[in-house]
């Protein structure tokens, strides 16, 4: 049964600072991860989406990594801002639908 | 990416009652439909597989009799919550996807529904 798991669960930064979310999976086998942002009580907004033959995608200051063999993902913000802060998700999809992480809540300190 | 709507957005009631939440697939059609429940600083735990004019699949756990859906349509698909008590209260979120996800197809997801029993 595929878990995912994120590290940290929270993270707190001041504004500019360039950080780093850790996510990783049991299972290999996957077709695809994805990266969302969730802002309180509200649904996903889908972030990047990561092929399993690719080894990252970039969107704005956003880049996120996969290592498949390895099972894992980061999410790399740059420069970081106070509105880049909510809850970080990452979602895994392989011969079933979509399995996520507990996700990584951020705060950006202006 | 495609719109995904959820109605209400909120919901109070009772405990006792039955809710229903509508997810609609505004502007592409939706083969397939899920359906999430997020409890505060959880993840989203899948709940259910609908395909549109079949029954659904529900996940380990589930009770398919508490939480009926129907996909009658290839742009709506509705959850409801029967005899709901406080410990059904959560998010509720669903997603569209525009044939079956194992692979590459992308989900798309509604708002979601908060909902309260009291």
């Known amino acids: 049964k595929q878990e995912v798991t994120q590290i940290p669960a929270a993270l707190s930064v001041p504004e500019g600072e360039n950080l780093v979310l850790n996510c990783s999976f049991t299972d290999s086998a996957i077709y695809n991860l994805q990266w969302f942002r969730q802002d309180p009580g509200k649904g996903l907004t889908s972030l990047l989406l990561?092929?399993?033959?690719?080894r990252e995608q970039t969107s704005g200051r956003l880049n996120a990594s996969l290592d498949k063999s390895s099972g894992r993902s980061t999410l790399y913000i740059a420069a970081s801002q106070p509105g880049d802060s909510a809850t970080y998700l990452c979602?895994?999809?392989?011969?079933?639908?979509?399995?996520f992480g507990k996700g990584t809540r951020l705060s950006v300190i202006a | 990416g495609a719109v995904v709507s959820q109605h209400p957005s909120r919901v109070i009631c009772k405990s006792g009652t039955s809710v229903k939440i509508e997810c609609r697939s505004l502007d592409f059609q939706a083969t397939t439909m899920f359906w999430y429940r997020q409890f505060p600083k959880q993840s989203l735990m899948l709940m259910a597989t609908s395909n549109e004019g079949s029954k659904a699949t529900y996940e380990q756990g589930v009770e398919k009799d508490k939480f009926l859906i129907n996909h009658a349509s290839l742009t709506l698909s509705t959850l409801t919550v029967t005899s709901a008590h406080p410990e059904d209260s959560s998010f509720y979120i669903c997603?569209?996807?525009?044939?079956?996800?194992?692979?590459?197809?992308?989900?798309?997801f509604g708002p979601g529904t908060r909902l309260l029993v009291l």
């Open positions: 997603s569209s996807a525009g044939g079956w996800v194992g692979a590459a197809e992308t989900q798309y």
């Open positions: 979602a895994v999809s392989g011969n079933t639908p979509l399995v």
């Open positions: 990561i092929q399993s033959s690719q």
